[in-house]
């Protein structure tokens, strides 16, 4: 089965940069959000940042423009039958995940391919709220997702090899490099990298040492281009908390969240978007600390 086009669900952080990384690489997307203004927005965000690979010289006019023509909109699903596969990118929780794709079971043909972004939740549990779990599949791209090169393709326990391969190929063709991972919450990159996000977060809690020198450790000592709190902020520190929960679940305490993680979203920081995380932020820049976290009392752990 070619796939053409694609039906992505969700049109948050992820969602609209996988639509735009779509179009970009020749296919017709159709962006599905409840929400009439997230899909305004997604319109306005993909429009900008191709405009900036215009001016940069990445791109030319005539493909922002014929890339732009490829992209439509729906806020209802039915258009989702025109599509050779849907990706899902709605936010992470299982029985929301599973509505949505047990809606979709009612509107495509037998033969789409229904893949998941989810950072954490088994594909088997997905493919089991549908009538062809062999059809579902984990794609997990990185955010920012137009940059990020890297799309871990998640097997359940009852997907059909015939569909890893047409999902190789539209990995491939999107330009991103794919790895394989087995249906285990974290799969292979998240497995590895939260303990590591979470105990900076545990430094700063217990005053170990401080968020910039948290940062600074792990980037002029172990040469990583992002300091871990950095990268916890970007990655939203509500979404790092729902993962390390889930793997704490399942594997036990050391995947425990930390108790300053667990403050911070309780108060509203969630990193980048909400303008304040470790760091503050003013039009997606980095200002500085954040001073709640510079006063002691307010510290807690662990
Ligand atoms: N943020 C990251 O860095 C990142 C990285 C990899 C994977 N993920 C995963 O990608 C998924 C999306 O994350 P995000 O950061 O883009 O979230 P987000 O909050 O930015 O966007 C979610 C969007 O889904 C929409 N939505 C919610 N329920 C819906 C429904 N039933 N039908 C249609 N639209 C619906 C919301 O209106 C919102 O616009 C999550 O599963 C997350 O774990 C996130």
Do not use: W
Request: charged share 25%.
């Amino acid at each position: 089965m070619a796939i053409q086009k694609i039906f992505v669900v969700g049109a948050g952080l992820m969602g609209s940069g996988i639509a735009q990384t779509a179009i970009t690489n020749g296919y017709d997307v159709i962006l599905n959000d409840q929400r009439q203004e997230a899909l305004d927005r997604a319109k306005v965000g993909i429009q900008r940042a191709l405009n900036r690979d215009v001016e940069k010289g990445r791109m030319t006019q005539e493909a922002c423009e014929e890339a732009m023509s490829r992209l439509s909109f729906d806020t209802t699903m039915e258009s989702a039958r025109e599509a050779q596969l849907v990706i899902e990118a709605i936010y992470e929780n299982l029985e929301a995940k599973q509505a949505v794709f047990s809606a979709l079971e009612e509107i495509c043909p037998p033969e789409t391919i229904f893949a998941s972004n989810t950072s954490s939740i088994s594909l088997t549990a997905l493919g089991a709220a549908t009538k062809r779990p062999s059809r579902v599949v984990g794609m997990h791209f990185f955010s920012p997702v137009p940059k990020m090169r890297l799309c871990e393709v998640i097997f359940g326990l009852l997907t059909d090899q015939a569909v890893l391969d047409e999902i190789k190929e539209v990995g491939e063709r999107l330009g991103k490099t794919l790895i394989l991972s087995d249906d285990k919450p974290g799969f292979i990159v998240n497995r590895a990298l939260l303990p590591m996000l979470n105990e900076a977060c545990v430094i700063v809690g217990s005053f170990i040492g401080t968020v910039e020198d948290v940062d600074n450790g792990m980037k002029l000592g172990c040469n990583h281009p992002m300091g871990p709190l950095e990268l916890a902020d970007m990655v939203g520190l509500d979404i790092l908390l729902n993962v390390m929960m889930v793997m704490d679940k399942e594997y036990g305490a050391k995947y425990h969240p930390s108790m300053l993680l667990r403050k911070m979203v309780t108060a509203g920081f969630l990193g980048r978007k909400s303008g304040a995380g470790f760091y503050l932020y003013e039009d997606g820049k980095k200002m500085g600390v954040n001073p709640a976290l510079t006063r002691e009392h307010h510290l807690c752990e662990e």
